[in-house]
């Protein structure tokens, strides 16, 4: 991704894109430009956007759960009405990636 890019005010999803990138490889090349994506006017979307994502999609959700690139907590704590979903849904999508994961590597 052009990094660039990430500092244009119009460019919200392409900073959520590099976001959840970064996230889900729970490494980032370049901190600046990751911590640019919460630094603009949008952060609340960027985050919001990010726990909705999580909350459909498994890997993205474990991926949350264990990166050290965030705190799930203070978001989590932040958007009250995405909490609820997100403890209310449990940890089977956590089990389910990690069983995935298992099965891919017992075929290798």
Same mark, same amino acid.
């Given at each position: 991704?052009? =990094? #660039?890019? /990430?500092?244009?005010?119009?460019?919200?999803?392409?900073?959520?894109?590099?976001?959840? $990138?970064?996230? %889900?490889? @729970?490494?980032?090349?370049?901190?600046?430009?990751?911590?640019?994506?919460?630094?603009?006017?949008?952060?609340?979307?960027?985050? =919001? #956007?990010? /726990?909705?994502?999580?909350?459909?999609?498994?890997?993205?959700?474990?991926?949350?759960? $264990?990166?050290? %690139?965030? @705190?799930?907590?203070?978001?989590?704590?932040?958007?009250?009405?995405?909490?609820?979903?997100?403890?209310?849904?449990?940890?089977?999508?956590?089990?389910?990636?990690?069983?995935?994961?298992?099965?891919?590597?017992?075929?290798?």
């Amino acid at each position: 991704m052009y =990094r #660039a890019r /990430l500092y244009d005010a119009s460019a919200r999803a392409y900073r959520l894109r590099y976001a959840i $990138r970064c996230i %889900l490889r @729970d490494r980032a090349s370049d901190e600046g430009a990751f911590k640019v994506c919460f630094e603009m006017e949008d952060e609340e979307q960027i985050i =919001r #956007a990010i /726990l909705r994502r999580g909350l459909g999609n498994p890997q993205l959700r474990s991926a949350l759960e $264990r990166s050290h %690139l965030i @705190d799930l907590t203070h978001w989590l704590q932040r958007f009250a009405d995405l909490a609820e979903d997100y403890y209310a849904g449990g940890s089977l999508a956590f089990e389910e990636v990690d069983s995935r994961k298992k099965k891919k590597r017992a075929k290798h």
